[in-house]
């Protein structure tokens, strides 16, 4: 028994010779496809920031017209509450919004505060506006955006539609200072956030392809409102106010 012993020992130590470094690639692979990196775990991918670019006191052809161009060139929709008194000899600009992708809404006939007004009054402003909007692109899915945000129990009652109000305000009509008014918006957009500007200044247009493009660097996407409400699993209501759509 010793000598068969003997004689296996030479076989036995080639065949351990062979199996390690096979043992030992498989068991390297193992540890390293579990290893964690130094500096910590890998990220899973980041989930798209939706955000809702809005413009109120529209239509003014030369701006209008410019922010147009610009968003156009991005891929941008938009979201445009018009001034009624503005619309006629403009009906061209809306129909290009509308075929474009961009949304629309009443900001009131004359830009008036529509609280404390009584029902007749109320209509002079919306719903006169609303059927002007009706009448140039052919079709009633519009939004409310109150002039200065303002709205009460009357407003609620009678506005026949969901009520977009903002998260982010730059102020741009007040001094028109572009670089003051990317910086706000850029450091302050978040995800789900409805930002509020005007398109008409010049400045304001200028600062919202800015603002754009610096958004798109962070990873933002520009929606309209009800595709922002969509994303965001709301579902918009006749009569409620919404601020943002954040998480």
Known sequence: MRRLGERLRPACALLLALALPWAGAFCQGRFEAAAVPADGPVPAEETPKWIALTFDDGPRRSTTTA??????RRGVKATFFLIGEQVPGNEDILLRMDQEGHQIGIHTYDHVMLTDLNEADFSAQVDRTRTILENALGHDDLLLRPPYGKVDDGVRKRAGCPIILWSVDPTDWDDKNVERIVKHVVNCAQDGDIILLHDIYPTSVEAALRIVDALHEKGFLFVT??????????????????NCFRP
């Open 225 to 242: 409102i009800d595709e922002l409400a969509a994303q965001k699993g709301e579902k918009l209501e006749a009569g409620t106010v919404y």
């Open 67 to 72: 922010l147009l161009d610009g968003l156009a």
